[in-house]
């Protein structure tokens, strides 16, 4: 597919669709720029109505076109573009750029075009950007097809944007700010290619090495998960969203006449996907600027290194009031620096060299600061005083930058004073702004950046570890509410289903009177507390339906009048089950364990402070499923709570392993089960004891059918497949484990490159042999099970776990073709692994839906290349020393007879 885009992105021939005479229209403007910008390739203006437009001869219509057409753009009325695409489909044309408007934003008529036009490109296999939009930009192409004013300088940045609008403006800054791009690209209504191609495209395009967007929604949330989660770790991915307020949302959502989504929803998905998410244009390309230049920090403690103490306070306070922390300098930094400052220096951080600092003291304040354990990066203020010496200070950071492993950052306030020296620290890769507060954001981008990336492969598995649900026992409770015609579970249900889970949980009564609420209350053990028990009640303290710390039988009894009564009073319609009698809990904290189910990301949970007064405190962290117990762990340390939870003052704080645990088990139940809508536990009290849940509410949709052996289509971050487990015998009896490779076991990969052999690596990797570092070992650990699958055959020698092979595939971001590579260690070759484990992989790449499979094979590599022929690969000669190996996947028998899961 991705020749597909290169004919949209790349093309050697253009046709304009609606060229046209008329000066100030879209199609003269467009026109214009392409000839003006230089494009080399084959330009052809279609205009029925004229003979030549702007000096090149026109065409009546696309199929008038004497020559093979790339790319054709449309700049036409909406009602006339079905038929211009079916026209264009017709005449072999590769790709569309659909400009004109008028479609998913102007309604159901719109909406009836889009889907003739998909299907009618569909069918002739184009590609589509748009419609509605400004168009794109290649400056190594010199081609400009856009109706923008400015032409885009080229460079290293590949900008995707909804907004034709801003596009303009950002050209126009761009060209002043000396900014430049490897793609420029306007994407309006995404009807066919949306943000996950061009991450993907991009992703692998040589010229591009960070991506920027401005995004106002989303269509494909698994699609996108799985493109950013694949090129994040290698280019930043940096994304201005849109609608972060109600207001927002709704103007995106008109804007673009898709569903804007839950704010919320999107920040958890930009984390786990590894992504930065700025607020503002400017954050977009300084964000950009540091990672490219500087080393990404490990952690959030800033030093500040100042000759005026005013904007190193403010700098201070924009740091901490977002997240950040202001370093604390070891004794013995601070010892070294009151050797080379003057000794009226600030004495901490800040540290403030004074106005008269000269570059020597500046490099050496900056060089003693990133030696300091305790900073993770260094932000250098300068004002421009009379004895400031502003370039030679410049040269003393730049020297000092190149020797360090921490980021370094600057602010070189003021305008022209500083000009020389801003170029300075340009040349010598140190990031500057006009701004201390603009640094700092930067700073604090990096560290998010880092941060986020830390999560992003952590794949939790599909089935867990520690601890066996009840699955079948919870369905069991879901499915009787779903017969009886209920969407919801009774509070004693939702109970009992969280107890399948080992969510832990007091025992309960439910009482249908008086003397049974007395009864039950004897038999629970005083003080007790008792709840209405009512769908049309959800919210009990809002309709009198909680009595707390009853102490006594008749007291219960009193209880559960009082309560009926309030109810009815309330709500004279509510259907009543009866009144929940269980234990009254005191614990010091009232958390909150909850879950949405969002309309782009699905599954979301939340956690954080509890109690009624939870939607005021509104202390509380998203995520998206799955959870493991580090991802469980992060989600508690960003809330407020957090800091109170780990104990402060003397109180003891609470086990936060074992509520990261809890989390991880509540968000298994939103794993197996996508007919949970909505889930609450509020409150979940807990303390250094324990945890237990007070009450809880889950709410309902009908069933949904699972698809046969895919059970998490719901879920737009495949877990750990665990089903591709499969235990197999080596020739020699030896038992031994086919796994999917996981995060965690990059270290037995490592150990298995000590036990192969030069020749081994040659046919592995063509004559290059990898240098063995974490970056390396962590790409082939670390790895989205949506699109990529690698399997290790894991083996006990002597007590202790290795691995003996690995086979792997890649699929493309369509998911149709995929690469095949396979190893085998030395110690372990001749044992029948080779074929053990290719014929496996081969099944589990049609259980994909993977339909052709691709290799590249030395020809001197006899073995490999027998066993491509025993599976009918055809080989073909790809080079001189090379054949390429092709399967048709979908035509061939099948290689395993008894699989461990179920074929699709």
Not at 452 to 462: F, G, I, K, S, V
Not at 512 to 517: D, I, P, S, Y
Not at 684 to 690: I, K
Not at 696 to 715: E, M, S, T, V
Request: hydrophobic letters at 40%; charged letters at 20%.
């Amino acid at each position: 597919m991705v020749h597909q885009l290169d004919k949209i992105f790349k093309p050697q021939s253009i046709a304009v669709i609606g060229a046209s005479t008329r000066e100030n229209t879209v199609g003269n403007s467009l026109f214009k720029n392409l000839i003006d910008s230089g494009y080399q390739g084959g330009l052809y203006p279609v205009n029925p109505k004229s003979k030549e437009v702007l000096g090149i001869t026109a065409f009546e219509n696309i199929a008038a076109v004497p020559a093979p057409v790339d790319l054709a753009v449309i700049i036409l009325p909406a009602k006339f573009v079905p038929s211009v695409v079916e026209e264009c489909g017709q005449a072999g044309v590769g790709g569309l750029l659909i400009i004109s408007a008028g479609f998913q934003e102007a309604g159901e008529d719109g909406k009836k075009m889009v889907a003739e036009i998909l299907k009618t490109s569909r069918k002739y296999g184009m590609r589509i950007v748009g419609p509605n939009c400004l168009g794109i930009i290649n400056p190594k192409l010199c081609m400009n097809a856009t109706f923008a004013k400015r032409m885009a300088l080229p460079g290293n940045i590949a900008f995707i944007s909804q907004s034709g609008a801003l596009c303009s403006s950002i050209l126009d800054w761009a060209a002043e700010q000396n900014v430049g791009f490897s793609h420029f690209v306007s994407i309006g209504s995404m009807v066919d290619i949306g943000f996950a191609e061009l991450i993907d495209y991009f992703g692998m395009n040589q010229e591009t090495s960070c991506i920027l967007i401005y995004m106002e929604s989303l269509t494909n949330a698994r699609q996108f998960m799985s493109a950013a989660r694949a090129f994040a770790r290698t280019k930043p991915i940096i994304i201005l969203k849109s609608g972060q307020s109600t207001a927002g949302t709704k103007a995106a959502m008109s804007h673009t006449g898709t569903l804007a989504g839950n704010d919320a929803a999107f920040e958890a998905a930009f984390r786990r996907a590894g992504c930065v998410r700025v607020e503002r244009i400017s954050q977009l390309f300084n964000c950009a600027q540091a990672l490219s230049m500087q080393p990404r920090p490990k952690g959030n403690r800033l030093a500040i290194v100042t000759n005026a103490g005013g904007p190193g306070v403010l700098a201070t306070d924009y740091l901490t009031n977002r997240g950040g922390v202001l370093a604390e300098l070891s004794e013995e930094s601070i010892a070294k620096l009151n050797e080379v400052l003057p000794a009226h220096w600030s004495h901490g951080n800040p540290v403030d060299v004074l106005g008269d600092a000269s570059p020597t003291e500046y490099r050496k304040a900056v060089e003693i600061c990133l030696e300091d354990p305790g900073v993770d990066g260094v932000l250098t203020i300068l004002t421009a005083q009379t004895v400031t010496d502003t370039d030679g200070t410049a040269e003393a950071l730049v020297a000092e930058g190149t020797k360090s492993r921490k980021p370094l950052l600057a602010s070189w306030m003021g305008e022209r004073d500083v000009w020389a020296a801003r170029e300075t620290l340009d040349k010598g890769k140190i990031p500057n702004y006009r701004y201390p507060e603009s640094g700092v954001d930067a700073f604090l981008q990096m560290w998010q950046h880092a941060s986020n990336l830390a999560l992003l492969y952590e794949t939790p598995p599909a089935a867990p570890r520690r601890f066996s649900p009840e699955r079948d026992a919870a369905w069991h409770i879901m499915r009787n509410a779903l017969a009886e015609g209920r969407h919801y579970l009774l509070e004693n249900e939702a109970k009992a289903l969280l107890a399948c889970y080992e969510i832990p949980v007091g025992g309960n009564f439910v009482a249908t009177n008086a003397k049974e609420a007395g009864v039950f209350a004897e038999q629970t053990g005083f003080p007790v507390v008792m709840k209405i028990m009512s769908p049309d009640a959800l919210h009990k303290t809002d309709v009198g339906g909680v009595k707390l710390n009853i102490t006594s039988k008749a007291a219960a009894e009193k209880a559960y009048e009082v309560i009926i009564s309030s109810v009815k009073k309330h709500k004279p319609d509510a259907d009543i089950k009866g009144v929940l009698v269980e234990k009254m809990q005191k614990k010091r904290y009232e958390l909150l364990l909850g879950a949405m189910r969002d309309p782009i990301f699905g599954p979301l949970i939340v956690f954080g402070q509890g109690g009624v007064a939870v939607e005021v405190i509104k202390d509380t962290s998203f995520g998206l499923p799955p959870f493991n117990l580090a991802l469980a762990k992060r989600a508690i340390e960003r809330t407020r709570i957090y800091q109170q939870l780990k104990g402060f003052r003397g109180i003891p704080g609470v086990d936060l392993d074992d509520l990261a645990f809890t989390l991880q088990k509540f968000a298994y139940i939103l794993m197996d089960f996508p007919e949970v809508r909505e889930m609450d536990i509020n409150p979940y009290l807990v303390d250094e004891t324990g945890g237990i849940v007070v009450d809880a509410r889950i709410l309902l949709d009908d069933y949904h059918p699972r698809r046969k052996g895919h059970p998490y289509q719901h879920l737009v971050i495949s877990p750990y497949p665990e089903k591709y487990e499969k235990h197999i015998h080596l020739k020699d009896g030896r038992e031994a484990l086919l796994q999917p490779i996981r995060p965690e076991d990059e270290p037995l990969l490592g150990d298995m490159f000590n036990y192969l052999s030069d020749q081994s690596l040659y046919f592995r990797f063509f004559g290059y042999i990898p240098k063995v570092t974490h970056d390396f070992l962590s790409r082939l650990a670390q790895i989205d099970y949506d699109r990529e699958m690698a399997l290790a055959v894991k083996i006990e020698e002597d007590g202790k776990a290795q691995f003996a092979g690995v086979v792997r595939i890649i699929a493309d971001a369509w998911g149709e073709n995929a690469e095949f590579a396979i190893i085998v260690a030395d110690p372990w070759q001749n044992q029948g692994l080779g074929s053990l484990m290719m014929d496996y992989m081969l099944e589990i790449a049609r259980d994909k839906g993977i339909k052709l499979i691709k290799a590249s094979v030395l020809r001197n590599n006899s073995h490999m290349i027998k066993m491509f022929q025993h599976r009918g690969f055809e080989l073909t000669v790809e080079d001189s020393g090379v054949f390429s190996a092709r399967l048709d996947l979908e035509h061939a028998l099948p290689f395993v007879a008894e699989l461990p899961f179920e074929p699709r």
